[in-house]
């Protein structure tokens, strides 16, 4: 079992920045296949960005597509989401996944993944 921690959701006006990080504490292991999704009030939780296999494919959700930068930082064992140009639409909680449950899965379905952590709130104020 991979327990994933989220930080570095806060509140930030429109236009603003944030980073977030994923980290799976007194886990060494470093899959090649993490994402992350975020989910609003009364919303289906949607894949934001991922990192996909091996070889580090980068997919973003076309909301996300030139404003948002997925990375990782393997020394650290720590995925990160780079959020630039906020906008309100982007209020929501996110969350970050490790782990398909079968390879070949699309990578940016919530449904793909097996480990979540519980999420950090980020809101975006006009």
């Known amino acids: 079992q991979v327990h994933l921690v989220e930080s570095g959701g806060g509140s930030v006006q429109a236009g603003g920045s944030l980073r977030l990080s994923c980290t799976a504490p007194?886990?060494?292991?470093?899959?090649?296949?993490m994402a992350w999704f975020r989910q609003a009030p009364g919303k289906e939780r949607e894949g934001v960005a991922t990192?996909?296999?091996?070889?580090?494919?980068?997919f973003y959700a076309a909301s996300a597509q030139g404003r948002f930068t997925i990375s990782r930082d393997n020394t650290k064992n720590t995925l990160y989401l780079q959020m630039d140009g906020l906008k309100p639409e982007d209020t929501a909680m996110y969350y970050c996944?490790?782990?398909?449950?079968?390879?070949?899965?699309?990578?940016?379905?919530?449904?793909?993944?097996?480990?979540w952590g519980q999420g950090t709130q980020v809101t975006v104020s006009s």
């Open positions: 990192i996909c296999g091996g070889g580090g494919s980068t």
């Open positions: 996944a490790s782990d398909l449950r079968r390879l070949g899965s699309n990578c940016l379905l919530a449904y793909s993944y097996i480990y």
């Open positions: 007194g886990y060494a292991y470093s899959s090649p296949y």
